[in-house]
């Protein structure tokens, strides 16, 4: 028990367990985002892929890890911007299109990794984004440890959480934002183009998300392989719903996700299974939804198609 | 002085409908301009225009002289045009200040200035008296406020020109008087109103002048003080308005609706119905009369099974059918018509033969006993029912959503009143219908009454009720106030004790000059 | 003038006709990106899925599953759910049935339906986690759906490699009972008997919904709920029984992966049948017909896209491009009607 205990609650854990929520923490900002807006966004999962092959194949052909970071969030918003053309101009079925972008991203992505670098399942290894040191936080015992040297995008991270809450709760076009998803037609009664606030949701959520896929391709690993995000984009959906739409509740969700996948290796170790570590971000959502730990509930137009006048 | 609006020969066609045909429109400055006639008849269209939720086919629009393109609300907002919708345009989850600013936000930098917006709504809302507390949740405030928040953020955008959209509709008698205070003294500072209604009184209590629409056209303006309510209901409706329906005095039989203390209570544990006792006997006709919103509906969703009774019972013909479900209450004898056709009483995209089976779907003959349904019978049966209320076009597999208004209802009335219930409970029989399914409907339900059945009626319109009901309940507040014969009902009584006047009031105080004005 | 058209069948043939036009117009941009004949390539895709017997069987094949799936969702669509959880469904079926399979020696009479039996019960008790949760709770069934495929995925990988491991390096449990499996009716394919289930499925699924009471009251709740309270139908318990029959339905793909193709559960086998189950049905308007008709199209195009690899230097997976493209135009109706010109009515 007490070996447990010291497995739980250990520095190497943490860090690892801020490595496993650093792509989800991406992912369900822009959930967020784009719920906010009023898009369900059940197409986190195809949007991080797009990111993870992106940010892959420009660094192989620059060299640059950061430029294939940047060439992945452009990817992710034009991913975005199809589904919200199809979801806010065609009025389709939001849920219908995410699926369709998650299969048509699955399928893209494998489509290019194949013609470009032949019939194998990953693509060859590039550069990654390296760890840095943060001087201040090394210099603190236990700290150190947990944050002292990380991946600058588990850093990205925490600044994105703080910029996006900002954004949301304490800017006009958060201001905005809210509004288009809770009431779409008061938005539009006093001028606010409840389209564009749409389209623009939706294609920051799709950048959003391409960085947290950007982080499992050259950062975590160095290379692309098939359909290498695994369900994240769900775990991250999950995260959005579990933190009731809020960034520092999804944060705080992603960071407990998270630790449950540092976890796994070491519990699986004392015969516990790892598949029911994975299973505990559906069931603890599942839970969250009927309400059982105070109800969550979501925007009120959200999935809903906005129809002029 | 001088004309702040101009709308010249405005047309719009919808897919069905000619909603306005060729209608003149103009508003003075500082004046409260009522536009009213029957629903349908495109007030709310026209005025839609002007704020630029919709677009006009042709005709002109001229704003302080200026010919003007109005696409959007935004540009509505720049000529300083304010609108207060029906349903109102407000999000729930932020506050009064960042429902008002909304749009046109306080910045300080990137940011939102919520300290000056808290300030500029108190500012706003002194100056014109509106009092509100700026930080408080949509979500927490009454109607009343909700309307105030309204009408603050088409003043917040300097609106000089305000267009209030059936206002009253979902207001108390007071909130209604605080209303028209607040636009009064609007007015006086000279903001010129535009004022959606189709109450007469209304008109008569608050404007300079008023213009008519009917069916799309514009049927005429006039100074208020040149015209009354005779007059005016006659440009509306277009033909004297007491609708007469042939009919023989009731002869009652029997007890057979009886409710007991019956209490109602709405999702949020407000008390909706008071501790309502009534009578409906065979052979009669109860109409329950009062401004919408005072608990009729929930009244008669919880005689029907679809609402709760929180205390009390219900009887039907001496059986306790106390929260029976609504197939239970069906089989016991209870024909209901429902309010909202749409919502409750049609599946649209069913045909009209399902539609006339909808409730009695699963009895003889229409399903055999495996539960495999008869079509054939169902199909006979619709044929008869078409026929007998003239529903058009007459074809049984046509789905429901392409039939109009009149029709659509004939369908709801057909079904219920086919069943030969005990009690047939009428909510809104008449609502957005032809003139011409008025009468028939009308007659239906007289034809049911004389066939024994026992009618609860419940309308908006005092016309249908006095012309329809043997005895009249007045409904306000939640509780009934009065019961009596049709022959003390007076529209002016009615009217007296919709609005919460006190029944012996109403002996002592006469004729009293402040009925009139409410 | 779009009324009228509406109520014409080949007016509901249409639309799917042109979102599939539409996706492989598409497609032939990522065939001519990669150097390709698109004309070419679509003939290799049509001879190598239709052009033979052989392959007509292959391609029933691989539309065998896909016409349970589609059946699921499209039930359920009637009933005005959103199933867009059937890959979990399908999964639980599946293991129902591998369970059945392995467990009993039983004659094949009563061992292959009572196998096929327990995968529709599977499939009907994980389904109704998010149906009990929608018609007591008013929770939206599509995220607890989308919950419960990652639970029942990780719950069975758990089974397959834990409890019922088969013993060797594969994560697979051990083969079912020659006695519970599908008999192959055009060898060498793996056409199996499940075929003609689906079809026959499909027909009872048309004579519930149109010639039933139960039916009767299933579409009503989906089309007005409200009406169907005041009508005295219970909305809670059709939704139940909605989301549980589209359940079964769902299961019975796990019940043909399984005694038809796989005869034992290979951990993670289903390549997103469930999801295209939603494109199935969607493609087939929600019928019956149209969902056995979607269903092949998809087979089609799946035992067509081997062919691409061997012959073309095409990556197959411009099959999964094209089929995410159907979707995004099946559910794009209204792009459709503007691009023929139809208008809509108010």
């Known amino acids: 028990m007490g070996d447990l205990l010291a497995m739980m609650f250990n520095t190497t854990v943490f860090a690892a367990a801020l490595r496993m929520a650093t792509p989800l923490i991406f992912a369900a900002l822009g959930g967020i985002i784009s719920e906010r807006s009023g898009v369900v966004n059940i197409a986190l999962e195809g949007m991080m892929l797009t990111g993870s092959f992106t940010a892959m194949f420009v660094t192989h052909l620059t060299g640059l890890p950061w430029v294939g970071a940047l060439g992945a969030m452009a990817a992710g918003a034009l991913m975005g911007l199809l589904h919200a053309l199809f979801c806010v101009r065609y009025r389709s079925n939001q849920v219908v299109t995410g699926t369709a972008i998650n299969i048509f991203a699955g399928g893209l992505t494998v489509f290019l990794l194949r013609h470009f670098f032949g019939s194998a399942g990953t693509s060859p290894q590039v550069t990654v984004i390296k760890d840095i040191t943060i001087p201040v936080l090394s210099q603190i015992p236990w700290v150190d440890k947990v944050l002292g040297r990380q991946n600058p995008l588990v850093y990205l991270a925490f600044v994105a959480v703080a910029v996006v809450h900002v954004v949301i709760y304490k800017t006009p076009w958060g201001l ?90 070491r519990l699986s170790d004392v015969g516990i299974p790892t598949q029911f570590l994975n299973m505990l971000p559906y069931v603890m959502t599942m839970v969250a939804l009927a309400g059982f730990i105070g109800k969550a509930v979501g925007p009120k137009a959200s999935g809903q198609p906005y129809i002029k006048g | 002085m001088g004309k702040v609006l101009e709308m010249r020969a405005i047309t719009k066609q919808f897919p069905r409908v000619l909603a306005n045909d060729k209608v003149d429109f103009d508003l003075e400055s500082g004046e409260i301009h009522a536009l009213v006639g029957e629903n349908g008849s495109g007030k709310s269209t026209l005025m839609s225009i002007l704020f630029g939720l919709y677009q006009k086919d042709s005709g002109e629009i001229i704003i302080r002289g200026e010919p003007v393109e109005i696409k959007e609300p935004r540009h509505a907002i720049d000529l300083k045009i304010g609108m207060v ?61 909700l309307q105030r928040v309204e009408i603050l953020k088409a003043l917040y955008r300097g609106a000089e020109i305000l267009i209030l959209d059936e206002p009253t509709a979902v207001l108390t008698p007071q909130e209604v008087d605080d209303l028209f205070e607040v636009l009064l003294a609007l007015k006086a500072k000279g903001t010129s109103i535009v004022f959606i209604t189709h109450k007469i009184k209304e008109v008569l209590a608050i404007s300079d002048r008023v213009t008519v629409l009917r069916r799309g056209r514009k049927i005429g303006t006039k100074p208020t003080s040149e015209t009354n309510e005779q007059d005016l209901a006659e440009m509306m409706v277009g033909r004297v308005v007491l609708l007469q329906v042939k009919k023989e005095p009731a002869k009652p039989g029997p007890e057979v609706l009886r409710l007991e203390n019956v209490s109602v209570k709405d999702k949020f544990g407000r008390l909706r119905v008071n501790n309502v006792s009534l009578s409906v006997r065979s052979g009669e006709v109860l109409g329950i009369a009062g401004v919408e919103g005072n608990g009729q509906s929930e009244l008669v969703e919880a005689i029907a099974g679809l609402k709760r009774v929180s205390s009390g019972k219900v009887y039907l013909s001496g059986k306790d059918i106390t929260n029976w479900s609504p197939r239970r209450n069906r089989a016991a004898g209870m024909g209901f018509v429902p309010e909202d056709r749409h919502r409750r009483g049609l599946v649209l995209d069913y045909s009209v033969a399902d539609n006339l089976v909808l409730g009695i779907h699963g009895d003889q003959p229409f399903v055999n006993r495996y539960g495999f349904r008869q079509q054939d019978e169902i199909t006979r049966h619709a044929e008869g029912l078409i026929e007998f209320y003239d529903i058009r076009p007459g074809a049984p597999a046509q789905a429901a959503k392409h039939l109009s208004g009149g029709n659509q209802q004939k369908i709801v009335v057909a079904r219920e009143i086919s069943q030969n219930p005990e009690l047939l409970i009428c909510s809104q029989p008449t609502r957005g219908v032809d003139v011409g399914a008025i009468e028939s409907i009308h007659q239906r339900v007289i034809a049911q009454r004389d066939q024994g059945s026992a009618v609860l009626l419940v309308s908006a319109e005092l016309d249908e009720i006095l012309s329809l009901s043997d005895r009249v309940a007045v409904m306000y507040n939640g509780e009934i106030v009065s019961v009596m014969p049709i022959e003390e009902a007076t529209e002016h009584k009615l009217g007296f004790l919709m609005l919460g006047g006190h029944p012996e009031e109403y002996q002592k105080s006469g004729v009293s000059g402040s009925v009139d004005q409410a | 003038m779009w009324t009228k058209l509406k109520s014409l069948p080949w007016y509901e043939v249409l639309l799917p006709l042109v979102a599939v036009v539409l996706a492989l117009l598409i497609g032939s941009g990522f065939i001519l990106y990669v150097g390709e004949n698109p004309l070419e390539a679509y003939r290799i895709l049509f001879t190598e899925s239709l052009g033979s017997m052989r392959n007509i069987a292959t391609t029933l094949q691989r539309a065998t599953p896909l016409m349970f799936t589609g059946l699921a969702v499209a039930f359920a669509f009637r009933v005005g759910l959103f199933n867009i959880g059937a890959e979990g469904q399908l999964y639980m079926g599946a293991f129902a049935a591998v369970w059945v399979g392995i467990t009993f020696d039983l004659p094949r009479f009563i061992h292959l339906p009572l196998a096929i039996l327990a995968a529709m019960v599977g499939g009907a008790l994980w389904a109704s986690i998010a149906g009990y949760l929608k018609a007591k709770l008013g929770v939206h069934e599509v995220i607890n759906s989308i919950m419960l495929n990652f639970i029942a995925l990780f719950l069975t990988d758990w089974l397959v490699t834990g409890p019922f491991h088969g013993g060797s390096w594969v994560p697979e449990t051990v083969r079912i009972k020659p006695s519970a499996t599908l008999t192959r009716i055009y060898l060498p394919t793996r056409l199996t008997t499940a075929i003609y289930l689906a079809v026959a499925v499909a027909a009872v699924v048309y004579v519930i919904l149109w010639r039933t009471k139960r039916g009767y009251e299933l579409r009503a709740v989906g089309l007005n709920p409200e009406a169907a309270e005041y009508a005295g139908i219970s909305v809670s318990r059709n939704l139940l029984i909605g989301m549980a029959i589209s359940g079964a339905l769902a299961g019975l793909a796990g019940a043909e992966q399984i005694l038809g193709l796989h005869n034992r559960f290979i951990v993670r086998f289903s390549s997103d049948l469930g999801f295209m189950g939603v494109a199935v049905a969607l493609l087939g308007k929600n019928h019956p017909v149209g969902v056995l008709l979607a269903a092949v199209l998809f087979g089609a195009l799946q035992s067509g896209s081997a062919a691409l690899d061997r012959l073309t230097s095409v990556p197959r997976e411009l099959i999964t491009i094209i089929q995410g493209l159907i979707i995004f135009f099946v559910a794009a109706e209204y792009l459709i009607r503007r691009l023929l010109r139809l208008k809509e009515d108010a």
């Open chain 1, 176 to 265: 905005r934002l809210r509004a288009v998803g809770e009431h779409p037609q008061a938005a539009d009664t006093v001028g606010v183009n409840v389209y564009r606030m749409r389209y623009t949701a939706v294609a920051i959520s799709g950048a959003l998300a391409a960085l947290g896929g950007t982080y499992l391709s050259i950062a975590h690993l160095s290379r692309f392989s098939e359909g290498m995000t695994a369900g994240r984009g769900f775990i991250a959906l999950a995260a959005v719903i579990f933190g009731k739409w809020t960034p520092l509740g999804a944060l705080g969700a992603c960071l407990f996700f998270g630790y449950g996948d540092a976890l796994q290796m």
């Open chain 2, 85 to 145: 919708f029906q349903h109102f345009m407000l999000v729930e989850p932020l506050t009064v200040a960042e429902n008002i600013v909304l749009g046109a936000e306080i910045r300080k930098g990137p940011f939102l200035d919520y300290k000056k917006m808290v300030q500029e709504v108190e500012r706003i809302s002194t100056e014109y008296g509106l009092k509100i507390d700026p930080e408080a949740k949509i979500a927490d405030l009454s109607v009343g406020l």
